[in-house]
T-cell receptor, first 108, second 115 residues
């Protein structure tokens, strides 16, 4: 069993839909990261959080430390949101362990 | 702010040659830099962590003599793939952080193809 598991692996949505991507982890962490990887490979850090909830534009990330679970929400999804979304946990001193990613496709 | 660049963005080399990849923090000083490798359809795997002025710490299974890492300044780290083989073909990504427990900023990646 991987230390970090994401669901779903693939997600197809229509433009405007509300999207949720889930991440569960089995180890103690100091922080959890949500990353976005575009088709060209470049990675953008979306959120780093250790408790509660963060919001940036149409993106919302939540984490429940007790349940070892985090969610990434995208409101009013748009085709440009199509990318791979990766959950990564910081287990010790910035050493990240990554989930396998969720491929999101938003159709117009 | 917090921009990380990598050079080259892609490289093709012949088996047996060495390739150097640069990772630069453009607008901040990076105390710590990380090197990752990503094979097709797989997630990122941490290869090594480097702190400016000291030897890199390699993850289990990563050959330190094959993947030479030099973090010579607070804005530059290099990864040299020595005696490259086709199985080293991969997407190499660096990240940089201002401090060990700070957020990581990722570079755009370097796609290496060894023929």
């Amino acid at each position: 069993k991987n230390e970090v598991e994401q669901s779903p692996q693939n997600l197809t949505a229509q433009e405007g839909e509300f999207i949720t991507i889930n991440c569960s982890y089995s180890v103690g962490i100091s922080a959890l990261h949500w990353l976005q990887q575009h088709p060209g490979g470049g990675i953008v850090s979306l959120f780093m959080l250790s408790s509660g909830k963060k919001k940036h534009g149409r993106l919302i990330a939540t984490i429940n430390i007790q349940e070892k679970h985090s969610s990434l929400h995208i409101t009013a999804s748009h085709p440009r949101d199509s990318a791979v979304y990766i959950c990564a946990v910081d287990t010790s001193g910035s050493r990240l362990t990554f989930g396998e990613g969720t491929q999101l496709t938003v159709n117009p | 702010g917090a921009v990380v660049s990598q050079h080259p963005s892609w490289v093709i080399c012949k088996s047996g040659t060495s390739v150097k990849i640069e990772c630069r923090s453009l607008d901040f000083q990076a105390t710590t830099m990380f090197w990752y490798r990503q094979f097709p359809k797989q997630s990122l795997m941490l290869m090594a962590t480097s702190n400016e002025g000291s030897k890199a710490t390699y993850e289990q299974g990563v050959e330190k003599d094959k993947f030479l890492i030099n973090h010579a300044s607070l804005t530059l780290s290099t990864l040299t793939v020595t005696s490259a083989h086709p199985e080293d073909s991969s997407f190499y990504i660096c990240s940089a952080s201002k401090g060990r427990f700070d957020e990581q900023y990722f570079g755009p990646g370097t796609r290496l193809t060894v023929t």
